[in-house]
């Protein structure tokens, strides 16, 4: 599971850039980097990482603003952002950057048992999220098939075929099938085995 997740730690650091992906691939993560908001912004729109590590400050410009383009990017699809920092650590900066658009706040330091916590976390939620997206999805597909079951279907009067909404006519069975779940096993009502099978007495106990 922890590998289809991707996270991007962005961070000016070369020392605390490489310590942090280190751990986190150790937890079985897939990791990406960038060290400028430059390359940040161009990897989230390539990548689309599922979580981003995001250093506050960075050389070229801040972190709070950088959070601020990739919630507003469609581009860099819309993962979750979490700020991290050694320096603004205060309060207010903190609330500063949740109200950015920041999904968490992390001060540095902070060791590596509490920075993987947060981050299975976050992925908790973001699972939780996708299996709820996911159940949409079928409800309402579910529910287009119901509304086009309920409406009103041409059927011949002769050979009870369907006609479809592409002006296709097909066996009554087909139809059902292939816009609900229903599958058909054979049976034979009691007059057509009297109709067709009187010798057998199928209904008679």
């Given at each position: 599971?922890?590998?289809?997740?991707?996270?991007?730690?962005?961070?000016?650091?070369?020392?605390?850039?490489?310590?942090?992906?280190?751990?986190?691939?150790?937890?079985?993560?897939?990791?990406?980097?960038?060290?400028?908001?430059?390359?940040?912004?161009?990897t989230a729109r390539d990548q689309k990482p599922d979580i981003i590590l995001l250093d506050v400050v960075l050389p070229d410009i801040m972190g709070t603003e950088l959070c601020r383009q990739i919630k507003a990017d469609p581009r860099a699809?819309?993962?979750?952002?979490?700020?991290?920092?050694?320096?603004?650590?205060?309060?207010?900066?903190?609330?500063?950057?949740?109200?950015?658009?920041?999904?968490?706040?992390?001060?540095?330091?902070?060791?590596?048992?509490?920075?993987?916590?947060?981050?299975?976390?976050?992925?908790?939620?973001?699972?939780?999220?996708?299996?709820?997206?996911?159940?949409?999805?079928?409800?309402?597909?579910?529910?287009?098939?119901?509304?086009?079951?309920?409406?009103?279907?041409?059927?011949?009067?002769?050979?009870?075929?369907?006609?479809?909404?592409?002006?296709?006519?097909?066996?009554?069975?087909?139809?059902?099938?292939?816009?609900?779940?229903?599958?058909?096993?054979?049976?034979?009502?009691?007059?057509?085995?009297?109709?067709?099978?009187?010798?057998?007495?199928?209904?008679?106990?």
């Amino acid at each position: 599971m922890t590998q289809q997740i991707k996270i991007m730690i962005v961070d000016d650091d070369p020392d605390v850039l490489f310590a942090t992906t280190r751990l986190v691939k150790k937890a079985g993560y897939t990791v990406m980097e960038a060290s400028t908001g430059e390359a940040a912004i161009k990897t989230a729109r390539d990548q689309k990482p599922d979580i981003i590590l995001l250093d506050v400050v960075l050389p070229d410009i801040m972190g709070t603003e950088l959070c601020r383009q990739i919630k507003a990017d469609p581009r860099a699809g819309g993962g979750y952002v979490l700020l991290t920092s050694g320096m603004k650590t205060a309060s207010d900066q903190q609330a500063d950057g949740l109200d950015a658009g920041a999904d968490g706040y992390i001060a540095r330091p902070v060791s590596n048992r509490e920075l993987i916590a947060r981050i299975n976390a976050m992925v908790r939620i973001l699972t939780a999220e996708r299996e709820r997206d996911q159940v949409i999805e079928e409800l309402r597909q579910a529910l287009a098939k119901i509304k086009q079951l309920s409406a009103l279907l041409p059927i011949c009067m002769h050979c009870k075929k369907i006609r479809d909404d592409k002006g296709y006519w097909s066996e009554i069975e087909t139809y059902i099938r292939e816009n609900t779940d229903t599958e058909f096993s054979h049976s034979i009502c009691r007059e057509c085995a009297q109709k067709h099978y009187p010798e057998l007495n199928l209904f008679d106990p």
